[in-house]
């Protein structure tokens, strides 16, 4: 059901000088790190991968899902999820809108839409939350949500951008466990960029180092 | 679909733009050069050659009025930009200084004619400050037989200029200071052992005055050239010279209407000369400030005066503003209000009442004019940043330049060409014709107010929204323009009051057959029916400032239980 995340060849440059090279693939329900110290364009790798590069950067080379390839197809059309450093909640919408955001349209019906919604609540052990403000919840609630808020909209992969960076030690080991089994669970293909290497190390694949 | 079409539509918004406010300026230019060289086709007896040019030369008011238009718009400028400089220097960062930034908004929003009324019923030889002097200090019975307002030089016209160019420079200021990293750098000189005042100018003004150079070129241009309060508080015989101008071009003897333009190329010459010159004092003070910080004078002893100095005439510049909208609002109300007493007689809504189904009328048109205006500047100034979001099209410096022009070149200097342009074309000078000419001077101040908050947004929401699933449309309509509510309802704030302003264009656009609030207080300006004036200054301050108060209450309200979005 699920395909791996390939970069064949995947070059990025900025005026003519390469960043970075890289061709690798992550298998359907496992995690692969990316690490290197910062300016060694991580965040570039991902955004290359959403397809929100943006000029004066080039790419050449291909995204591929399985037998797809994404490179043509704008962000909202591939699939692809991610989740960064900072929730990124939209602070104008309740927990729960937050998640009907990314909730597929293919489930109607409001009815329907809101029981899915407060399911994945549930999920999360934040059943009862739909109705709370973002701005009040506690760090590790709000990683929760915009994990459940990436899941719902049924991503064929998973990105991570340090995404455990902003938590204290405790509680990010308890996240790093519940990242990982939802995105095991369902069989995602995982691309985490960190500097952290007990990241690296919990997620227990392969590791790439950009640059350096 | 809805990707193909945008990728048509959008990308052109910028062109689009800026030939919005660019055509009808280049059309103005050439419609006021025309005439002004003798080529004025459809008026008898206009031949190519320079008789407006010798005619103008012949008006013995002319030394008198080109003097006024320089010496009160270099005054004016300069006195608004030391005060601003001044109290950011000795006071910025402090509660005080927090205070006086609170007043802003509602600072700004006061029309100019509104204030330079304000300004004049307090200030006159009957005004409520010479009644609250006779009181106990001068004991007069009548008013003294002295010119203050309206006196030949020009001196209570640079007060009026000055007490809304301080709020407008020191908004700019604040917008400045956070890109200059000001707080850092004035710390820094302080450790160095520089006093506040003396460390901020040394360290942070430079940095300040290469960001706000734009927005005080446009105070020069607009205090040489401003007709709505020169008339009001400037010299009669002879006025300044866009206020002749005025004249002229409302004279039933189209013949005048060449004078006028010569008038008004000699206005755009004099305003480029005031730059330039403006330019060169930039470079020697620049010069003069570097062998200042070179010397290292820590100059402590002076900094409690200059402090105290300081915030005299930034306060006074705000509460004249608002004290005179206070008189303006007893004046609508007070019926019989005899001399030395500071206050009414009696209080009546006699005023309010006779002005009543004129003013609705007017008021009705005035805020029509305002909210097609601001409608048409927030579409196209939202395409443009939408456009700068998802294409990378930016307004680059050149572009930035464009976009300030409209406030540079006079409005007295094109809009005599933009009226003479309609006339040649048969268009009619109607309501959609004066929305169209405010649109030129609105969408600036639009674009101006939302460019920092769209650029300062964290795009990561959009990127998140689009691996959601959400088309760019989406992701502006649902996410982008709800989290950034409260700078579009700023911004809409600032098109009005900025619409409920415009003089000069309101009637020569409109041929003086499209009154609003403000060419209606205008004309009242010589009949000295101060009841009349108060009511229709009061309503026209009260069009500009409802919106910046709904601006301020709304989001409070609708997001009153989203904290991430109410603590800016």
Known sequence: MTDALRLEDLRVSLRNETLFALDLEVMPGHVTSIMGPSGTGKSTLL??????????????????????????LPPEARGIGILYQDDLLFPHLSVAENLAFGLSPRLRGRAARRAAVDAALARIDMAGFGDRDPATLSGGQKLRVSLMRALLSEPRALLLDEPFSSLDVALRQLMRALVFDQARDRGLPVLMVTHDPEDAEAAGGPVVTLGG | MGWVSRRRVLPALPALTLAVLLVPLGAGLIGTLGPAFGWMPGLAGAQPGLDAFRALLAWPGLPRAVTLSLSTGLAATALSLAIVALVTAAWGGTRVFAALRRLLSPLLSVPHAAAAFGLAFLIAPSGWLMRLASAWATGLERPPDVLIVQDPLGLTLIAGLVVKEVPFLLLMTIAALGQADA?????VAQTLGYGRTTGWLKAVFPRVYAQIRLPVYVVLAFSMTVVDVAIILGPNTPPTLS???????????????????????????????????????????????????????????????????????AGAAAATVLLGIAILALWSVAGLWSFPKALPDQLSLRSWMRHGPELAEIAARTVTIAGLATLASLILALGCLEAEHRDGLTLRRTGLWLLYLPLLIPQVAFLPGVQTAMLLLGLDGGLFAVTAAHVIFVFPYVF???????????????????????????VLWRVRLPMLLAPVLTASAV????????????????????PTLTTEAVALASGGDRRAIGVFALAQTAAALVPFALALILPRLLYRNRRGLLHD
């Open chain 2, 448 to 474: 101006l107010s939302l460019g920092d908050p769209f650029r300062a947004w964290d795009t990561r929401y959009a990127t998140i929204a689009c691996t959601l699933g959400a088309r760019a449309n989406r």
């Open chain 2, 495 to 514: 098109g009005v009051a900025v619409s409920v302003g415009q003089y000069l264009p309101t009637l020569l656009v409109g041929g003086g057959r499209v």
């Open chain 1, 47 to 72: 955004a290359a991968i959403i397809g929100t590069l943006r000029p004066p950067f080039e790419m050449s080379g291909r995204v591929c899902l399985g037998q797809t390839d994404l490179t043509p």
């Open chain 2, 243 to 313: 206020v002749q101008i005025l004249r002229w071009m409302t004279d039933p003897d189209l013949s005048l209407r060449l004078q006028a333009a010569a008038g008004a190329v000699l206005q755009l010459a004099l305003v480029l000369a005031a730059l330039a010159l403006w330019r060169l004092v930039e470079i020697a003070t620049a010069r003069l400030g570097r062998a200042w910080v070179l010397r290292g004078a820590r100059a402590r002893l002076g900094e409690p005066a200059l402090r105290g100095l300081s915030v005299l005439p």
């Open chain 2, 183 to 187: 707080t850092r750098a004035q710390t």
